[in-house]
Every structure is written in C-alpha cells, then in structure tokens.
C-alpha cells in the first residue's frame, strides 16, 4: 500500500504539499497540485478519508440530480464535472430524477441528512419554493437549467437565443411549416426555447402552430415515431426543431431506412447538443453547440468556492455562448419558394 | 403539500398499508405497491426520509460504481437498476471510478463512513484482495464485471463465449487477418473475451496476432484513430472485433466518410453492446446485445435481498445469455477466399 512519503517522493515534492493537496489547502500552485494528484494516481494512493471526513464534518462529495443518464448530454456534463471536482478533491455522486418530484426531494434530502456537502441541479422539476428551504442544509447552484432567480448561482446558456438561431436558419432555407418537437416537463429552460422558436417565426410572418408541435419526443425511439406522425398525418411539415440530437437522429434514421424520404429536401431537421451521434448520422445533423465543459467547470468551481468560503460569495449568473452548426440535414440543394 | 392520508386516499387503500410500502415492510402485494408509488409519484409525496432515516439507521442509498458514463451501456445499466431499486424505496447514486484504483478505493468508502447501504460494482480496477476488506461494512455485488471468486455474488453474461461467437462470424464470412481492438485495464472480463476471440482463431488454424491487436480504443474518437492506424499501417486487415459500438462507429465513420472503403468488404466490423448506435449507423453495425435489463434487476433484487436479510443468502453467480446480431457491418457480398 503506498504511503504520503511514496506519493511525496514521486512527485518530487515534500510530505507537507502532499498534505496540503490532500487536505484541500491553500499556497499549492497548479503545477504541483496536478503533479501529487498524478503521482496518487499512478501509486493508487488512498488517504485515510474516513478519518479525514470526520474530522472537518465533511463528506467530500457533491450531488448533481439530472433527469437522465441515458441523455449522453449529461453524461459529458457529469464527465467534465467530476474531472473537475476531483482536482479539488471531492468526488461526485449522481442521482437521477426522471423528472419525478418525489425522487428530485428524496435526492435534496442528501443535503439535509448529510450524505453530501452541496448539491448541483441539472433540471429542476419541483417549484423553486420547494427546493428553496434545503439552502439551509447547504450550498445549491444551477447548471443548464436557470429561471428569474438571484438567490443562488446559476451557469447555463442562452436557450431563447439558441433556438431562435435555429430556427431562422430553417425559415432561410425555405422552410415554411415547421413542426416543433420537445419532451419531458415544460420547464424554465423549454420556455425559453419555445419563446426563440416563436420570435423567429414572427420575423418571417409566421405564428406558432399548435397543430404542427409534438411535446412527447425525448430518445431515438419517440424520434422514429415523429417521423411517422409527420408522414401520416402532418405531410405539409418542411421543417423540424427538435431540441435533441436523439430525437432528430431516430427521425432521419426512420425517413431514410422506412421510407425514401430525402433528408433535407423533403425535410430539414434541426437537432441540439453536438452530441457524437449527430456527426455519425448520415446525413449528418444541424444541431447547437453547448459549451459543456466550460460551463461544468465553472459550476464544480462557484460550488466549492461556497463550500470554502460559506457565505463569501454573492449568487452570480453565468451565460455561456453557444454555436449554430450547420451540417447536411437541413443544407437544401433548393430552396423552397415561400 | 401531500400526506399519507392523501396517498391512501388516491390508491385507495389504507394507511397502513401505505406507511408499509413506505418502509419496506413485508405483506404488501406487488400489485398494491405499484399502486402506491404510482400515488406517490402523481401527488409528488415525500415520506420524511430523514426521521425515518435516522430512525433506521440506513440510508436507503445504493452506490453504483463504473468505469464511464458516456459508455451507453453503463448508462442503460443504471437506468434499469435505478427503476428497479426505486420500487423498493431504495435510491441509486452513481460512482464513476475512470478506472482510477485511488477513485474505487474512495467511493468504495461511503460503505464505510456509512453514506450508502450496499455497493454493486460494474468494473474493478483494485486487486480483490484489497476490495475485499470493505465486506465487514456492508454487501458488495458484482454485475458485468466478474471474476473466479466465491464470497460473493455477480451477475454476468459469458463474454468468452460472446467473443467466441462474434470471431468465428467474421472467419465465416471470409476474415483472415482479423484485428483485436480494446481499451482499458485488463480486467476478468477482458481477459475472458480475448479467450473467446483466440479460441475462434484457433479453430481455423490462426493464432492471436499481437501485431494486429490495438490496446487503446474506447470511444468513437479512438475509433476514427483505429482506422487510420489500420490504412496506415496494417492494410492486410480485412476484419476487426472492437469490442464496442462506439469504436465501431467511430471507426465505420472515418472508413466512408474520410476515405472510400466499403464496410464490409474491404473491412468486416464487429461492435459490442448493441447500442442505438450500432442500429442507426449506415451500414447498420453487427454486435453483441447484452440482456442489460435482465441483469440490472437481478443485481438490484440480490443486493436489496441482502441488506434486508443479512446474511441469511448465500453468495450465488447469475449468468445470463447473449445474442449475436448480425448486421450489415459484416455481411459480405463475396467471401474472401480463404
């Protein structure tokens, strides 16, 4: 078993910074920090946690609640948080909500009996007033998710913006019936999109359509089934936003292989998250880039910052930019006239 | 706010019966349970977990440990897992260790410092021996990752025999320089499908070729990488097990899209897992489907099943079949001669 003098003679430092790196103190720069946690690493050098935990009170482990793993979105966002939080030694647990209430507080209660020292929510399915009350057990910040809200610290993007972008980018491609498709429950977040969706059409004279929109579409599967519902009962659809990389795949998938429809030009499909799948897919999907690592960063840093300092920093809000990529579902060789 | 009067109310049982599926009482039927967690989960209810938390002395908590979320199969294992523990009341938090042996050792700790009741390993990175101790703090079950090992019990398919099959389909349809591709640590499993693929080898009178095994592929990207390495330097390759859907769409991508081969003749791929992936790419991807759901249940049921009644079931090892899907990644129009 490696020992703090191994870990120490390894990195080349003294037993003092390892014990500073161990114990989460100041006056280690990057470097050296980085070169103890590598050298833990290559000796699987396990600190005395227990003993350490009891004595700060502390667990060392931060909660993020999601809706779902099998979003691969979140498993990058949970991938870089955790890269991120390790470096500051403390580990993340994650809890799924399915965005169920009860299972989002049965989760929150982590803070309270004190499994966790502060919790990063991904969604949020409860009213605010609900989750509100457990700030007292401990810190609580918000990535992807946000709402109007300044007593906590929120790390997302422009959602209104984003989709707004995306769906001019389909009405410059002549699209004039767009369908558009989401899933799970309307959240701050959805609102927004839906609003950027809105506003685009707008410009182009155009209104929401509540007979072209689809509310039930989150995975690969439900993907293939819009396809379905737009060829049997909504054929007049050229254009569809549907807020997910999954969704949009399952549907080229299923025009493509079902059917022989001609993905753009029989219909343009906007996807969002640059997740892998959406290069892989041929034709490959129009989709938003988030700046996910970033934003995880930044969020595994404003919480332990809170958990360092209690009380020092004031609630700030962070928006990350994001990025229209335009690939070959919706590039049409012509343009519909409109 | 709901109380268990109104969940009594909704399902229309009594209260009693109610505050026993709360608490995990015995003497319930599977079907009235339903009924009450469906009530639930529509009132969003929660039990005060703390009080009865504390009064317990558990913490109701599962920590599942695993190499990566963005491995979709882990985050299909979780997802069934979660579902099935969440019928008995208990929640799942997700651990991933990255194959760090100092990671497994510290999550490993919240059975010590009492965080959660029992821990289900997906991977291990540690030698058992030095796992082995944190028994006396609660069970340990293993589910995909296995080993010859008797005190305790796993839930696994038979990955020599997997790789055994998906090897003698690529020499059937004509391979004869087939390239070994995996990623990560050595493990049992590992070691087991190397068996199976050199066992398939051998009864075609081939042997397992060193130079054309590639050691360090686990996601799409490495795929791409695969392929190249593959033109560049090993072009008498004519068929490759990756061992994973991601490496061999990452790895399909780059053999059409960056140059002009034809998956399968010029290059027959297995993949491994039967991810949405593998279905969706063009071609389609031949693979392995694990029966994830099945195992994930029997995992979650064991383990619950042991922190009910400790000690009272004897360590036991489920193995569960796969089936090989073939795809248009290796069916070959002409069979290469032999």
Redesign the interface.
């Known amino acids: 078993m490696a020992t703090i003098e191994d870990v120490a003679k390894l990195a080349g430092l003294s037993r003092t910074t390892v014990s500073r790196v161990i114990n989460d103190q100041p006056y280690v720069t990057d470097e050296k920090r980085q070169r103890i946690i590598q050298a833990?690493?290559d000796l699987?050098?396990?600190p005395n946690?227990?003993a350490r935990?009891?004595r700060s009170q502390k667990?060392e482990?931060i909660?993020v609640l999601l809706p779902?793993?099998?979003n691969?979105f979140f498993?990058?966002l949970?991938?870089a948080m955790?890269e991120k939080a390790?470096e500051w030694g403390y580990?993340?647990?994650?809890?799924?909500t399915?965005d169920?209430?009860?299972?989002e507080?049965?989760?929150l209660?982590?803070l309270?009996?004190k499994?966790v020292d502060g919790v990063i929510m991904a969604s949020l399915v409860?009213d605010w007033e609900d989750v509100k009350p457990f700030l007292e057990c401990g810190p609580i910040v918000f990535c992807n998710e946000y709402m109007d809200e300044s007593s906590i610290s929120m790390i997302h993007m422009d959602h209104k913006q984003a989709a707004y972008e995306a769906t001019i980018h389909l009405l410059e491609q002549g699209c004039t019936h767009i369908s558009y498709v989401s899933g799970g429950p309307e959240s701050h977040l959805s609102k927004k999109r839906k609003e950027g969706f809105t506003e685009a059409l707008s410009e182009y004279g155009l209104s929401f359509q509540e007979d072209l929109a689809i509310d039930w579409a989150m995975d690969?599967s439900d993907g293939q089934k819009v396809f379905h519902m737009i060829k049997d009962e909504l054929p007049h659809v050229d254009g569809v936003f549907t807020g997910s990389d999954?969704v949009a795949?399952?549907l080229i998938?299923e025009a493509t292989s079902s059917s022989n429809w001609v993905i753009p030009d029989d219909l343009a499909v906007v996807g969002f998250d640059n997740q892998?799948?959406s290069?892989?897919?041929?034709p490959s999907v129009t989709t938003i880039e988030q700046p996910v690592k970033q934003m995880a960063d930044k969020t595994v840093e404003v919480l332990i910052q809170q958990l360092l300092h209690p009380g020092a920093l004031a609630p700030n809000r962070y928006v990350y930019p994001h990025q229209l990529l335009v690939r070959n579902s919706t590039k049409r060789k012509k343009l519909s006239i409109q």
């Open positions: 833990m690493n699987g050098y396990v946690s227990s935990r009891l667990t482990t909660a779902r793993l099998t691969p498993g990058n949970i991938e955790e390790s580990q993340v647990i994650v809890c799924q399915h169920s209430k009860k299972k507080m049965d989760y209660q982590l309270k009996t499994q409860n690969v999954e795949a399952g998938y892998m799948i290069l892989l897919m041929v």
